[in-house]
């Protein structure tokens, strides 16, 4: 079950533009039925995380890091989808707390 989209929407002004472009590849992840659902659950997961109002962008970042970390060493994650773990990775790396 995925997280509602459009009402993201009303919070993504604050938020850094690297998490903005996370949410997206993450959701691609989350909608795709060749991905196993193990990745999809982690990615939904992820979702849910960047999306919490209660944690700074930091340590969402470094959540989202650490859960994304373990899924795509999993053999079972295809190479397109690992890839985007790895851009999403990357895109978060940047992201600090003020």
């Known amino acids: 079950m995925q997280p509602e989209v459009t009402g993201w929407v ?10 903005r472009q996370a949410l997206e590849l993450l959701k691609q992840i989350a909608d795709d039925k060749g991905v196993p659902r193990n990745i999809r ?7 849910e995380v960047l999306l919490d109002p209660k944690m700074s962008p930091g340590l969402k970042a470094a959540t989202v890091i ?9 053999p079972n994650t295809p190479l397109f989808a690992r890839t ?15």
């Open 84 to 98: 985007k773990i790895w851009q999403v990775t990357s895109l978060l790396e940047q992201v600090k707390d003020m």
């Open 10 to 19: 009303r919070g993504m002004a604050e938020m850094p533009v690297q998490i």
């Open 66 to 74: 650490s859960k994304l970390d373990e899924i795509s060493m999993d």
């Open 41 to 47: 659950r982690v990615a939904t997961e992820s979702i």
